[in-house]
């Protein structure tokens, strides 16, 4: 991307006591991704030569995320030497005879985006400084390190909260965390940092002070959004970064031509894809990698997990995980499509159906109260309402078969394996245990059978059996003057 060779460090090796969490800090998630995958992201951007991740704790759960997130990024191992530039330290050993700059970032400061990181190794290399930090400017700084600027607008010192004066205390302009530093800046003055510091740390905003030391130049780049500099501590600032990466990916997509009806109740993750004239109804989830198409209407009160939905459907208020939504179908209201749904081109899945497994051919309708597992609907059939897939014999999943142009009566139970022919019909309240041929009609009917009396036998006390007792009174009295009058 420029003129000179690029590496980026990402620290990673933090334990987040402050989560008070058994998963690494790094790896709590928001919009989709671990808070680490988001820095990754940003920073593959730029195209560096060489990426590398420091970790330490919970070593190997942050080793596999990492090389599932970047494959191309190399895991370096913090040792028993805490602090940020021992880590820096680490890293640089494994960039042997690289002459460039080298990018550091925080694995937990997810806002970060490719332009502002882009932006801020220009600013370095335009400055011809040894070290460039990022700053920004609140409106609160305390407890951030503060900026403390010589005549020339270059950083004289970065001074701590607790050591700063009152002239000092009063600095808006902050240190965010974020470094590029000449890589031999730093194979020069790393070796010379120790540990003699209340926390026993070795820091690498050190560096900046031997540079300084040694008449060389340290600048600051003030980023525009301060967002982009928040890290994570804590849960509160989890949920807080959180909303602010949605509230960015949101106006992404409405920029793009998505109708988004309310904001503050929609929620995408970073890697879903919405077509221009979607609309997002209020308190909608589209997670993971979901794509929607054109002219597509989903919500209100939907989920989608890694699902796809073709033009012009619209699904409402619906629960979806990896399920394909073809174009034009309905789905819902109150509709669970789980893992393996196909719903094809103008199909219906409707009020109360569980699908798991299945196809639905184009044109075909589950319209309610039915479930659907491990089963081949063919086109434009019609499932009377409470159909059931008896898929499972207690040791093994079978498949149901549905043809063509099938019409099923209402509460038919079709026990797998099965196969209803095309153009087969099915009558109310059919069990269907046997292969329906072609054209055929099945019926499962039993004669019909009245115990008279039962009730009054057998639930004595009972309101039923009080009702029916005086029913049957006034029959018995209501078919006596029948007779009298004959």
Known sequence: MTDTALAVIVLA?????????SIPKVLHRIGGQPLVGHVLRAAAV???????????????????????????AAVVDQDEIPGTGRAVELALDQLAGF????????????????????????????????????????????GYGRIVRDADGDVARIVEQKDADDAERAIREINAGMYVFRADTLRTHLPAIGTDNAQAEKYLTDVAGLVRQEGGRVAASVVDDVTVTFGVNDRVQLAEVGRLLNARTVRH???????????????????ATLAPDVTVLPNTHILRATTIGAGAIVGPDTSLVGCEVGEDATVTRTDATFAIIGAKATVGPFAYLRPGTELGEKGKIGTFVETKNSTI????????????GDTTIGRHVNLGAGAITANYDDLTKHRTEIGDEVHSGSHNVFVA??????????????????????????LSVAPQRNVEGWVEKNRPGTGAADVAAQARSAQKADDGAQEEDR
């Open 253 to 271: 997509w409405q920029l793009e031509g998505v109708t988004v009806i309310d904001p503050a109740t929609t929620w995408i993750d970073v890697d």
């Open 417 to 442: 394996p099965v196969r209803i022919g095309d153009g087969a019909k099915t009558g109310a309240g059919a069990v269907i245990r046997k292969d329906v041929p072609a054209g055929a009609l099945a």
């Open 361 to 372: 051919g184009e044109g075909s309708k589950v319209p309610h109260l039915s479930y659907i």
């Open 46 to 72: 730029l195209t560096p030569e060489r990426t590398l991740v420091v970790v330490r704790h919970e070593r190997e759960l942050v080793a596999t995320a990492i090389a599932d997130l970047a494959p191309d």
């Open 99 to 142: 002459d460039g700059d080298v990018l550091v970032l925080s694995g937990d400061c997810p806002l970060v985006d490719a332009d502002t990181l882009a932006s801020f190794v220009a600013a370095h290399r335009a400055a011809d400084a040894a070290v460039t930090l990022m700053t920004a400017v609140v409106d609160d700084a305390n």
């Open 13 to 21: 090796a933090g334990q987040g006591t402050r989560m008070k969490s």
